[in-house]
């Protein structure tokens, strides 16, 4: 195997890794999403059963359960999110300095044939 094989096959590594890295970190932002959302409920849920407008105890529990795993799972998936995009950005840089460094070669016309 040639060099430039090899390098070819190390470039189509990295953009196998690169797109496998993309769906973690859609997948984090979607988790991050939910997360927001379950803190908000939790709260509401919470705000809720102060005043009085819903049953309590199990209720009031349930709610803080909620915000509290909310926060968790959005902390935990943000720095998810943060170590993927860098490892995105390393394997990018690594491919673009891979493309950068073959030699190309001119390819000169070939001469044309007169009919």
Same mark, same amino acid.
């Given at each position: 195997? %040639?060099?430039?094989?090899?390098? %070819?096959?190390?470039?189509?590594?990295?953009?196998? $890794?690169?797109?496998?890295?993309?769906? =973690?970190?859609?997948?984090? $932002?979607? &988790?991050?999403?939910?997360?927001?959302?379950?803190?908000?409920?939790?709260?509401?849920?919470?705000?809720?059963?102060?005043?009085?407008? &819903?049953? =309590?105890?199990?209720?009031?529990?349930?709610?803080?359960?909620?915000?509290?795993?909310?926060?968790?799972?959005?902390?935990?998936?943000?720095?998810?999110?943060?170590? %993927?995009?860098?490892?995105? $950005?390393?394997?990018?840089?690594? $491919?673009?300095?891979?493309?950068?460094? &073959?030699?190309?070669?001119?390819?000169?016309?070939?001469? %044309?044939?007169?009919?």
């Amino acid at each position: 195997m %040639t060099d430039d094989e090899e390098e %070819t096959d190390e470039i189509s590594a990295l953009e196998d $890794r690169i797109e496998a890295l993309a769906k =973690t970190a859609e997948r984090c $932002r979607k &988790f991050i999403l939910v997360s927001k959302i379950a803190i908000v409920c939790g709260a509401v849920l919470l705000l809720v059963v102060i005043l009085g407008l &819903f049953g =309590t105890g199990e209720t009031a529990l349930g709610s803080i359960a909620l915000v509290l795993g909310g926060i968790v799972s959005l902390g935990s998936n943000i720095s998810t999110l943060q170590q %993927t995009e860098a490892a995105i $950005r390393d394997a990018e840089a690594l $491919r673009a300095q891979l493309i950068g460094g &073959f030699e190309l070669r001119l390819v000169h016309d070939a001469p %044309t044939k007169l009919m």
